[in-house]
């Protein structure tokens, strides 16, 4: 492998230039996660990162990197928000023009924020890749200098400081985890923690609906692959960068894959025990290590890379959180059409401690003399939820689900 690109000495630098910009995030210990695993697990919070996620790191020190020429220029750059952020906030810190290509459908509370910062923001496309082919066009156009969101030196040498941070506040860690999607976090943190401590263990994961790493490191150099829609769309990246590639192919052990129902699993663990917000592309790794605890080796730390979530989703992915993990069923039920038979059901869903937190009550389209009653139910857990389904069958009533 070759070091000319980037090296230790640029990560160092990088902390260096980022003293009075990045913020030094809390490292926090995990009791819920430390038991899955029979060990201590931290939780980086890159999540409280000045504009909401680590991405400020390498953005900053790409701009700030730039000449006056190249600054009166102007810079563009692709995201689905959180470079967004990073490159609006950095350019404004130096005084650069900034223009972001984000894909249609981008979180809205992203797309403001990145206004609010002072950038130009263009709609291109339905993914990060469409939206980076834009803004490299947008930049020989015009002149701007394109700010890559993961496949620069600069960009890699800022990310890296979080593993030179991790270093510092926990000394004996044996496993760093975090979001990989193009590689330039999972590739910076590899590189500055594997100088100073070769035998850490660095893992990346990646949403199983957007993984180009794996097919890349098959092959022996990036793939291109076609990301499917995932609620992480913060790594949905279809083909990794060349630079981060070649770092992770030699310094990352592995690189794993979570599901949707890992990421919002973690994301509602994140939130009611850690006190955490976190986006779904953020909490991949605490995903990981809830979907294979086995195979994590203590002390783990586990990078919440950003906390840029709208609302709205949030309120989506929670629910889907609650029925990942056994605390949230949705069911129909046919009931005879006649009075008091929902109040029968009802009563009985009471009587097993099932909270009713949603109910439609359909007449039209079903048989005659039955009508259908849609239930959203609030459990305590997997072993009540199926308590639950098990006395409705007992007393006779017809289960649908989906």
């Given amino acids: 492998m070759s070091d000319a690109e980037v ?25 819920v996660l430390s038991a899955a695993i029979g060990g201590p697990v931290h939780l980086k919070c890159e999540n409280l990162q000045r504009s909401g996620s680590f991405k400020v790191r390498g953005a900053y ?5 730039l000449t006056e020429e190249e600054r009166g220029r102007g810079v563009v750059a692709a995201s689905a928000g959180n470079h967004a952020q990073g490159v609006a ?11 972001v290509y984000m894909p249609e459908g981008a979180p809205l ?36 200098v394109f700010i890559h969101p993961f496949d620069h030196p600069d960009v890699i040498a800022g990310q890296g400081t979080i593993g030179l941070e991790i270093l510092e506040q926990l000394p004996e860690v044996g496993t760093i985890v975090m979001s ?20 850490v263990r660095i893992v990346g994961v990646q949403a199983e609906r957007a993984a180009a790493y794996p097919a890349s490191l098959a092959a022996g150099h990036p793939v291109m692959v076609q990301p499917a829609s995932t609620m992480a769309d913060g790594i949905a990246v279809g083909r990794p960068g060349e630079l981060p590639f070649e770092l992770i192919h030699y310094l990352v052990d592995s690189v794993v894959t979570v599901t949707e129902s890992d990421i919002s699993r973690a ?10 917000v976190v986006e779904p592309a953020g909490v991949a790794g605490v995903a990981a290590i809830l979907a294979q605890p086995q195979v994590f080796e203590p002390p783990v730390v586990a990078v919440l890379s950003g906390g840029n979530i709208d609302p709205l989703l949030l309120a989506k992915v929670l629910r889907h959180g609650l029925a990942a993990a056994g605390r949230y069923l949705t069911l129909r039920v046919p009931l005879p ?22 109910i439609v009550h359909e007449r039209l389209g079903v048989h005659l003399g039955e009508v259908e009653v849609q ?7 997997p072993a009540h939820s199926d308590e639950v389904l098990a006395s409705l069958r007992k007393e006779g009533y017809r289960l649908i689900f989906g």
Avoid: M
């Fill in 375 to 381: 239930l959203q139910l609030e459990t305590k857990g």
């Fill in 89 to 99: 906030l950095g350019s404004g810190l130096v005084g650069a023009r900034a223009t």
């Fill in 267 to 276: 994301l509602v663990l994140c939130l009611e025990r850690a006190k955490q």
């Fill in 337 to 358: 059409d006649r009075p008091g038979a929902l109040a029968v059901l009802l009563t009985k869903l009471a009587g097993l401690g099932a909270n009713v937190l949603d």
């Fill in 180 to 199: 990989l999607g193009g590689g330039g976090l999972t590739a910076g943190v590899a590189l500055a923690v594997k100088s100073l401590r070769p035998g």
């Fill in 61 to 65: 020190v790409r701009i700030a990197g």
């Fill in 7 to 31: 090296t230790y000495d640029d990560v160092v630098a990088a902390r260096e230039l980022l003293a009075d910009v990045a913020l030094r995030t809390p490292l926090l210990h995990s009791h």
């Fill in 109 to 144: 509370p992203k797309v403001a924020a990145t206004r609010s910062y002072g950038a130009e923001v263009v709609f291109a496309g339905h993914t990060v890749d469409v939206a980076l082919a834009q803004a490299k066009e947008h930049a020989e156009r015009t002149g701007a």
